[in-house]
């Protein structure tokens, strides 16, 4: 048997059917809130995400050569590749523009419950303004698309990165280490920051203000303890906004730093406290990368789902949802009445109901037991003295209740006794 690579997964159509459900009603959400699809490549040249997207990013890439020796990568993540195609082809339409996307993504991580190498994001990006407005409507599309998916329980938080950054660049020179203490922070890795403090002299006075900030976490009583001025007026603002689109319950977290290096402005993040250790469900925040790939700089504000880890919050959560795959399943009763179990088939068929026929030339129980453990609701039964009749028989497979109904008109009986079933 050749095993899939490490990280990845196959889905079957109960669980694909589960995450269509959930994928749809997140892209409503997009579309409601004004935004438009975008499918972008799997893989890129890998500078795309060199770039900027930071050192802990490049070091999970997926690199390979291809024949005609370039450099490619497969994606790690997709914001790069949408604004690669604003300053490409869209820079030229008015702003701002809503895009959203759905599509796997590739990392070589440790693989563990809810950390794979090859997961899917949906994530959107509105490019070309920047107020807190615009990141209040963000994080209100985030949030909405959450709920849209069916999950109770998640924890917003928001933040503002050049709080954080400020302090750092500004006491730490040497600007790799800088980068090293944020990625620190980002991890929450404190001892590890302690240990390079001391091995690099840093001070212990600016060790304890980052500690002290990175805790700074809780209402929006808090918003007055922001040293920072410019951000404490912007997130003011933005928390505003958000109670009056009905976001509340969030937390103000100067602490978040985020993974990749792009931000400049708010960020936040969604946790589902269910999950445990890969808990965060959602990363987002504003930033500039459009210059970088040789277009205006253009302010932009997003933020990318991780649906795997949805999936799973949402099992954690509630009994999973129903999975029927069929209406009908056409049964013959003998061998001469096969074919016209398949005219049956394609009336239901073309009305739009999902119907299936036995191929197998099963006999009527075998086929009756077939039909349930496919998960149809109704068995039609197409059996020889009833035929003569121009009829078929329509039995619920959850009762067994058993009704005689005309053969032309199968498929309009089948809707109506469908429709009596559901709630
Ligand atoms: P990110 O925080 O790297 O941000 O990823 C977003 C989400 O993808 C995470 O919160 C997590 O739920 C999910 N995720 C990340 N890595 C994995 C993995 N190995 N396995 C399963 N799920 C994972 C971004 O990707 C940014 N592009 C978000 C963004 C959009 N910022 C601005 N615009």
Redesign the pocket.
């Known amino acids: 048997m050749i095993q899939r690579p490490r990280g990845t997964r196959d889905f079957g159509p109960a669980e694909m059917f589960r995450r269509r459900k959930a994928e749809q009603a997140m892209r409503d959400i997009c579309h409601r809130f004004g935004f438009g699809e975008v499918v972008t490549p799997t893989f890129e040249l890998s500078e795309l995400f060199t770039l900027r997207s930071g050192q802990s990013i490049v070091d999970e890439m997926y690199v390979f050569k291809d024949k005609g020796d370039r450099e490619i990568a497969l994606r790690p993540?997709?914001?790069a590749s949408v604004i690669r195609l604003f300053v490409n082809e869209m820079s030229n339409l008015p702003k701002p523009l809503k895009l959203y996307y759905v599509g796997n993504?590739f990392?070589y991580?440790n693989p563990q419950s809810?950390?794979?190498?090859e997961?899917f994001?949906l994530?959107a990006?509105l490019i070309g303004s920047e107020n807190p407005e615009t990141d209040a409507e963000v994080i209100s599309l985030a949030v909405h698309c959450i709920r849209a998916a069916g999950l109770q329980d998640f924890h917003v938080r928001v933040g503002h990165i050049g709080v954080m950054k400020s302090l750092v660049l500004n006491e730490v020179q040497d600007s790799a280490l800088a980068g090293n203490v944020l990625r620190m922070i980002d991890k929450e890795d404190f001892d590890a920051m302690g240990d390079m403090f001391d091995a690099n002299s840093l001070s212990r006075n600016l060790f304890d203000r980052i500690t002290t900030l990175a805790e700074t976490k809780g209402g929006t009583e808090i918003l007055d303890s922001v040293d920072d001025a410019e951000a404490q007026q912007y997130l003011k603002e933005l928390f505003e906004i958000l109670k009056l689109q009905g976001v509340e319950d969030v937390e103000l977290d100067l602490g978040i730093v985020?993974?990749?290096d792009y931000y400049t402005g708010m960020v936040f993040?969604i946790d589902a406290p269910k999950l445990g250790a890969?808990k965060?469900?959602?990363?987002?925040?504003s930033?500039t990368l459009s210059e970088l790939f040789g277009g205006e700089a253009v302010f932009s504000t997003?933020?990318?789902?991780?649906i795997?880890?949805v999936m799973l919050a949402l099992e954690a959560e509630q009994e999973p949802a129903e999975y029927t795959p069929l209406d009908a399943y056409v049964v013959p009763t003998e061998d001469p009445m096969r074919k016209y179990a398949f005219a049956i088939v394609s009336k239901i068929r073309s009305k739009g109901l999902r119907a299936d026929v036995d191929l197998m030339r099963r006999n009527m129980s075998k086929n009756l037991k077939y039909a349930a453990s496919a998960g149809a609701k109704f068995a039609v039964i197409v059996g020889k003295d009833e035929m003569a009749k121009r009829s078929v028989t329509l039995r619920d497979m959850k009762t067994g209740e058993q009704t005689l109904v005309p053969a032309d008109f199968v498929a309009e009986e089948l809707e109506k006794a469908l429709s009596k079933g559901s709630p």
């Not at 965060?280 to 925040?285: E, N, V, Y």
Request: hydrophobic share 25%; with cysteine.
């Open positions: 993540e997709i914001t993504c990392r991580e809810g950390r794979y190498r997961f994001q994530g990006e985020r993974g990749l993040e890969e965060q469900i959602l990363g987002g925040g930033y997003g933020f990318a789902i991780g795997d880890r």
